[in-house]
């Protein structure tokens, strides 16, 4: 979901299909290899893969606490992310 919410943000292509955990470990593990022997960076990583399919939930309410720190709207910060990475020519 949230790849698709971010391709929407940004303009670009949303995910078409799913692929199997097993799989995307296999390609990583290829990937790696390949981009290695090539000198280029890898487009995908096996860290990367491990984190995937994985439920990740994380709780604000100490740097609320403590720092006062206020929660933006997931739309609202992917856009500043994705205009800071544009106004530093990351992407």
């Known amino acids: 979901e949230a790849f698709t919410r971010t ?9 078409i299909i799913k692929l199997p955990l097993p799989f995307l470990r296999a390609a990583a593990r290829i990937v790696e290899r390949v981009s290695h022997a090539l000198h280029i960076p890898p487009i995908i ?8 399919g994985r439920y990740n939930w994380y709780s604000s309410a100490k740097a609320q606490r403590e720092l006062g720190y206020s929660i933006t709207r ?3 910060a992917v856009e500043r992310a994705y205009q800071w990475y544009r106004r530093n020519n990351l992407l």
């Open 74 to 76: 997931f739309e609202v």
């Open 45 to 52: 990583t096996s860290d990367l893969v491990a984190g995937a």
């Open 7 to 15: 391709a929407k943000i940004v303009g670009g292509l949303a995910p």
